[in-house]
Structure formats: C-alpha cells, structure tokens
C-alpha cells in the first residue's frame, strides 16, 4: 500500500460527459502528479502541483483540468469526454518538488462509451 | 517523439537466472533515472533510482546500469523470482528545476518456476 489514495476505482461514462477523479497523497506530502495511461502506452505525464500551485504541466488536454486544495488532495477535471479518453489515470505524489521518488495510487479505470 | 524506449515489450526467464531489463533515452539532458514495478490492477511501485553522477546503483537483487555515453540504463535482478513477475517501468527526467518524469511504455516480465 503506497499511501495513495484515489477514487473511484472505475468509471463507466458516456462521450460528452465530465467526470472527476480524486486523489489523496501520502501523508506529508506536497507534490501531486497525474498521469494517463492508455492500452499499450507508457504513462503519460499531465500535470503536477505542489502545495497547491501547478507546478509543471505535459501533455494535458484543454478540456483537462486539476487542482489542489488545502488539504493537499487533487482533483482531476474530464470534460466533453471522447472515446479516447478512455485510460487508467494515476495519481502520484512525492515530498519534494523534483527528483523525488514518486508513489502511486491504485488508480481510476475510465471507460467512455 | 518517444524519449525513454523500452524495445522489448515482453521478456521470459527461468526462476535463479539473471534477468535483465533494457532502457535507451534520446535527450541527453536526463539526469536522473528510475525504474518501477507494476503488478495487474495496482499503481506502479518504485523499485530504484540512479543519478547521472554514477553508473551504478544496487538495492538488493536490483542493480541499475547507467551508461550515459550510450544513453542506455538496465535493471538486472538476480536471481529472478516468481514474484518479481510484472510489467517494469524506467522514467528519466531532466533534474531539478524539472517536475517531471517521462516513462517508457514498459517491459512484461515473466519469470518462471
């Protein structure tokens, strides 16, 4: 168990649709990092916050977005959803900024029907 | 582009032999290297780490080779177990000042009793 938490485990959703999928970092830390892995694909890095700032941001869509709230969990925003949005999506975290070994949720199954 | 390439998709090993798994890079800015382990249905789990200032680094069973001159990393495990089975990750980022890592799709370890 990494510490990370993140829910829900599965989303089945229509295209068109927005969802929203939670994440709870390890306790103490201040980085979130998300990222998207689809059929076959390495992870996909998203975006990153530390302390409630964003940090650093990859190839994340514009109808993505996150964010980080003062209790440090995050969330990740899917709007106008499209079938190839389907993805696991994992959140990590870390304690540092950078070159910090990062922790992963279980991650959220997405499936867009 | 793919940045950090892992050519072989999937690997098979007999149960006490060595297993070695391969990373090539194409951006001579990374710096700092790691490999994770993913088991079915679970987060990636952070397995080791190694900084451009070395060329070498062992946890255990796991060592990690970093040759900068080819831009080539490997995990070696010895001696392989049943357990160590699972999809194995390597991610490379540019250091600090940077807050992301960029994986690679992944190698599928299959280890054999």
């Known amino acids: 168990d990494s510490g990370v938490t993140q829910t829900p485990k599965h989303l089945i959703t229509a295209t068109g649709q927005r969802v929203t999928l939670r994440c709870s970092p390890r306790?103490?830390?201040?980085?979130v990092y998300w990222y998207q892995q689809s059929l076959d694909q390495g992870l996909q890095f998203l975006i990153q916050?530390?302390?409630?700032?964003?940090?650093a941001k990859g190839n994340i869509l514009e109808r993505f977005s996150a964010q980080q709230f003062p209790d440090l969990h995050s969330e990740l925003n899917l709007s106008s959803l499209e079938l190839g949005d389907s993805a696991l999506y994992f959140c990590?975290?870390?304690?540092?900024?950078?070159?910090?070994?990062?922790?992963f949720g279980p991650g959220t199954r997405l499936t867009v029907t | 582009d793919q940045q950090v390439k892992q050519n072989s998709p999937s690997l098979s090993v007999q149960e006490g032999r060595i297993s070695i798994l391969n990373c090539d890079y194409t951006?001579?800015?990374?710096?700092?290297f790691l490999w994770y382990k993913k088991y079915p249905a679970e987060g990636p789990t952070f397995l080791i780490s190694?900084?451009?200032?070395?060329d070498k680094n062992e946890d255990g069973r796991f060592t990690v080779f970093l040759n900068k001159s080819a831009k080539h990393l490997s995990l070696h495990i010895v001696p392989s177990q049943p357990g160590d089975s699972a999809v194995y990750f390597c991610?490379?980022?540019?250091?600090?000042?940077?807050?992301?890592?960029?994986f690679g799709t992944g190698t599928r370890l299959k280890v054999l009793a």
């Open positions: 990590a975290s870390s304690s540092g900024t950078a070159n910090y070994e990062q922790y």
């Open positions: 306790s103490g830390d201040l980085s």
């Open positions: 916050y530390y302390n409630g700032e964003e940090r």
């Open positions: 951006n001579s800015m990374f710096d700092y």
């Open positions: 190694i900084s451009s200032i070395k």
């Open positions: 991610a490379a980022s540019e250091g600090s000042g940077t807050y992301k890592y960029i």
